[in-house]
């Protein structure tokens, strides 16, 4: 499931403010992955430009083939300071299914289902915006095609316009093999993990297997 927190103090503390995403059904603990039964996690968050939502891009590993894969969902700004309810996922065309146990149609669906012997699947997005380009861009893993996840890339993709999840473009190579969880930092004196520009740095993290 996925939280939120607010801090008033820039970071020293903060509030728990509740959970505001979880997956619809029920966990499969038949499921041969090793990580996990199902859920909703491994996800970003950002501000669109007109300041209107937050937009959460998530993993779902829960459900049927169909719907899993990288799903998004959004919460306006103005109901951050209680955002348990007022989080909608994206689904079949709409952004009206609840946070909270809603269904969704998955930006990047799955290639090969979770729980199989053969999972093959994008997953942990980052999202920033580039002024440079103009444009929204994610980086994410890609894993096949065993349950061990095995790293198979890391991809990229571009949009123009968060409340369209159907515009991003289709996911190019980026590097092969690589980590978990790729973000791009901005270098700039304003620029952030979700804000960048012409010039990037590119972070990713090294996982140790289960058997090392």
């Given at each position: 499931m996925i939280g939120a927190l607010r801090s008033d103090d820039d970071g020293k503390t903060f509030h728990d403010l509740g959970i505001v995403i979880s997956a619809a059904g029920d966990p499969d603990c038949s499921t041969p992955n090793r990580y996990f039964a199902g859920g909703n996690g491994d996800f970003s968050a950002i501000a669109d430009q007109k300041g209107e939502y937050i937009y959460f891009f998530y993993s779902n590993y829960?459900?049927?083939r169909e719907s899993q894969g990288i799903a998004t969902a959004r919460i306006r700004i103005e109901d951050l300071d209680f955002p348990t309810g007022n989080v909608f996922k994206y689904f079949e065309g709409e952004w009206q299914e609840p946070g909270l146990g809603g269904r969704e149609t998955p930006v990047f669906a799955v290639s090969g289902n979770w729980h199989s012997e053969s999972p093959d699947a994008f997953w942990g997005p980052g999202v920033h915006y580039n002024h440079y380009l103009g444009k929204y861009v994610m980086v994410m893993n890609?894993?096949?095609?065993?349950?061990?996840?095995?790293?198979?890339?890391?991809?990229?993709?571009?949009?123009?316009?968060?409340?369209?999840?159907?515009?991003?473009?289709?996911?190019?190579?980026l590097l092969e093999g690589g980590g978990w969880y790729p973000m791009v930092m901005g270098l700039g004196r304003v620029e952030t993990d979700k804000l960048a520009g012409r010039s990037t740095r590119f972070f990713y993290g090294v996982g140790q297997r289960l058997d090392d």
């Open positions: 829960s459900g049927d890609h894993t096949c095609c065993t349950p061990d996840w095995p790293p198979a890339g890391i991809f990229i993709s571009y949009s123009e316009d968060l409340s369209q999840p159907e515009a991003w473009k289709q996911p190019k190579l």
